[in-house]
């Protein structure tokens, strides 16, 4: 279980840094972080051996490298320390990964999964593509249900997936109202709280049993690894662990120890994301071909008294959207930037630029706008050189609206 008394920038300094993957048996000294430990067989020294470690419960113990090593076992035990009421974290190859794996721990064919009408695209399409195949239907619900939730529920009802924000939209969930509920009727629930991270929104203190993270975007934060984790209750965390081992589910050791130092920056990192993207979304509010600025921490976000009341801190992702114009003005206003990537993912110290389309994802809500949506990353680049830039595509754009 998750030590929860010091406070989470300390936590973020000093977790996952135990002393027998640190140091050696016997011999003074310790190194300050985890070494990259690759393997892929474990040598033991004799049959007896051998069996008692195949006998044993394996987890953070050398059993067979898809096991993991200590490399990997630092990274998940630091990311269960950033999440009080944690029992355990499991590492995934990528996000989607990790949400596909947490889901498959948790629901068997007939059950009934009520799905945030906002989630990413790709755990739609697992919904649809793979858990409809097996005989697990999904029922999408509008994000801004909150205790309406109840009415949904049935006998069927085995859990509920948030996500909070939604990462094209950004409404804000009522985690608290929804997890309440679910908790009273015996449900699951499952958050994917990569935009937050446990450092702004603790999920399992918000009653959420299986928080879902993309490490791809923040907690890697330097846009060259991919990896996915699911951090668990104590009732929770043995189906987690069992069903990443079920499916053979692991990171590389080299990609774990990247991940851990991107880790130890989350907080400065993010304390800039923040500042940034809040200038510059404060910026846009003011702009004329702008027609709103989607970001929990501005009053006009869906479920902004949420944000204010449960989270400790926003992101660098937001989106805006513009007054009129079409797909050619938004094109003109983004390829034209100078410091803003034009890619898929985010969390990285790069700012990014994407359209979307939120239209297209949605089947329990209707998606209606007074233009078409931008979504930025704000990278950690000078926010006044990423306004100058915004400045000439609004210019951009409106010479192509006309
Ligand atoms: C990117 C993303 C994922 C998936 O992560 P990958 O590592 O790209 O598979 C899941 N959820 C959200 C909200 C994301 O933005």
């Not at 016997?26 to 972080?33: E, F, H, K, L, N």
């Not at 190859?93 to 629901?107: D, E, N, Q």
């Not at 619900?141 to 948030?162: C, E, K, M, S």
């Not at 053979?248 to 991940?259: F, I, R, V």
Request: with cysteine; proline share 6%; hydrophobic share 45%.
């Amino acid at each position: 279980m998750s030590d929860d008394s010091r406070r989470p920038l300390t936590r973020l300094a000093q977790a996952g840094r135990r002393a027998d993957w640190t140091g050696m048996p016997g011999q003074p000294g310790a190194i300050v972080s985890p070494g990259v430990w690759r393997a892929s067989t474990i040598l033991y020294d004799d049959v007896a051996h051998l069996r008692k470690a195949a006998g044993s419960s394996t987890h953070e113990r050398l059993f067979y490298g898809r096991k993991g090593t200590p490399t990997s076992w630092s990274l998940a035990d630091a990311l269960t320390e950033m999440e009080p009421g944690a029992e355990g974290t499991m590492l995934f190859p990528s996000g989607v990964a990790a949400i596909a794996c947490a889901l498959m721990a948790v629901l068997r064919p007939g059950d009934q999964l009520l799905m945030v009408d906002s989630a990413y695209d790709p755990t739609r399409n697992f919904c649809e593509q793979v858990l409809k195949p097996f005989g697990i239907e999904t029922l999408y619900y509008d994000p801004t249900i909150g205790a309406g939730i109840a009415d949904l529920v049935t006998d069927r009802t085995r859990a509920i997936f948030l996500e909070c924000p939604g990462s094209l939209t950004f409404e804000v969930q009522d985690v608290p109202a929804i997890t309440a509920i679910a908790r009273d009727r015996g449900i699951t629930t499952l958050l994917d709280n990569t935009w937050a991270t446990p450092l702004f929104f603790p999920a399992l203190a918000h009653g959420v049993d299986i928080a879902i993270l993309a490490c791809t975007k923040y907690i890697v934060g330097h846009s060259d690894v991919m990896m996915g984790s699911v951090t668990a209750t104590p009732a929770l965390f043995p189906k987690v662990r069992q069903s990443a081992y079920l499916f053979g589910q692991m990171t590389s050791p080299d990609d774990a120890w990247l991940a851990s130092r991107g880790l130890r920056t989350l907080g400065v990192r993010l304390a800039q994301h923040q500042a940034s993207a809040l200038e510059i979304a404060h910026w846009l509010t003011e702009q004329p071909d702008v027609a709103r600025v989607l970001h929990p921490a501005l009053p006009d976000c869906p479920g902004h008294e949420l944000w204010a009341r449960d989270f400790s801190g926003s992101t660098g992702l937001f989106s805006f959207v513009l007054q009129g114009g079409d797909e050619a003005a938004r094109a003109a206003l983004i390829d034209g930037l100078a410091h803003f990537g034009i890619g898929y993912s985010w969390g990285g110290f790069e700012s990014l630029a994407l359209p979307v389309d939120p239209a297209r994802y949605r089947t329990a809500t209707v998606w209606q706008a007074e233009g078409p949506v931008i979504r930025l990353q704000i990278g950690l680049e000078d926010p006044a050189d990423l306004i100058a830039d915004l400045d000439a595509g609004l210019a951009r754009f409106r010479a192509t609206r006309g």
